[in-house]
């Protein structure tokens, strides 16, 4: 059965009704890249939160040797929290045998709007193909595909990863009575702005708005690197209970 693939550039943009089999969260720059290294390097779990108060009360109830919150609003670091939201903070070192309670701009509220969904997984570019080859074996006939945008505005990482993640499963869906279809023009168009931009995503990553603010916030190149990395990561990033993703 071809699996259909619908792309939601922002969380306020997924539809109500009747859920789709999957659905995969993106935000480039950087809230699912940290995920992705998170859980790599050796994180016992992410547990995202929309919600401050819920997060701080969540990381309380927890073991104090074995927390790390990480938070980030404008791009920039919250006050008293252990991280912010960079993919190459979270060292083995660091995060090793840790639950990290994370709360951003824009990332954990897509994650929030598509909690319900059976299978939730979480990708960037450098897992991109990781994340297309579970859903292909899954079996997964509808999929949503989320962005994260900046403050419900549309985002160009994010449509570029959405297209990475979709190319992936087009090359991986070839036999017989499978394939690829997609649901929407903003699918085909995130596909359009993937094959312009796949042989330079890091350029991409650095035009975009996002990555402008970034620049402005101050030097932040080793982070660009690593969320233009394609497919140097093979974890999964899953949702095992409510808001808490763990390797898979």
Same mark, same amino acid.
């Given at each position: 059965?071809? &699996? ?8 306020? $943009?997924?539809?109500?009704? /009747? ?22 390097? +050796? ?8 919600? $401050? ?5 969540a990381a309380d109830a927890w073991p ?6 990480? =938070?980030?609003? !404008? ?8 991280? =912010? ?11 090793? !045998? ?10 954990? @509220?897509?994650?929030? %709007?598509? %909690? ?5 997984l979480t990708a960037c570019l450098p897992? @991109?193909?990781? &994340? ?8 997964? !006939?509808?999929?949503?595909? &989320? +962005?994260? +945008? ?11 990863? /959405? ?15 499978? !394939? ?9 168009? /995130? ?14 990553l650095r035009v975009a708005s996002h =990555?402008?603010? $970034?620049? +402005? ?7 660009? @690197?690593?969320?233009? /990395? ?17 390797? %898979?």
């Amino acid at each position: 059965m071809p &699996v259909l693939i619908s792309y939601y550039p922002t969380s306020e $943009l997924v539809p109500e009704g /009747a859920l789709p089999d999957a659905a995969v969260v993106i935000d480039v720059l950087r809230a699912t890249t940290t995920i992705a290294w998170s859980l790599h390097n +050796g994180a016992e779990a992410v547990q995202a939160f929309a919600d $401050l108060e819920a997060l701080q009360a969540a990381a309380d109830a927890w073991p104090a040797e074995r927390r790390l919150r990480a =938070g980030e609003r !404008g791009g920039a670091r919250l006050e008293g929290f252990e991280l =912010g939201n960079s993919p190459i903070a979270v060292s083995p070192e660091l995060v090793g !045998g840790k639950r990290i309670f994370m709360s951003t701009t824009n990332g954990t @509220r897509s994650l929030d %709007r598509v %909690r319900q969904v059976p299978l939730l997984l979480t990708a960037c570019l450098p897992n @991109r193909g990781a &994340v297309a080859r579970r859903l292909v074996e899954r079996g997964c !006939g509808r999929v949503w595909i &989320v +962005g994260s +945008g900046w403050e419900g505005d549309y985002s160009l990482e994010d449509s570029l990863a /959405a297209g990475a993640v979709a190319s992936a499963a087009m090359e991986l869906a070839v036999a017989p009575h499978v !394939g690829v279809n997609f649901g929407n023009d903003e699918m085909l168009a /995130a596909l359009a702005l993937w094959q312009q931009w796949r042989h330079d995503p890091e350029t991409c990553l650095r035009v975009a708005s996002h =990555g402008q603010r $970034l620049i +402005g916030l101050g030097d932040h190149d080793a982070d660009f @690197r690593c969320c233009a /990395a394609i497919d140097s990561l093979q974890v999964v990033p899953t949702q095992v209970e409510p808001g808490v993703l763990q390797a %898979r």
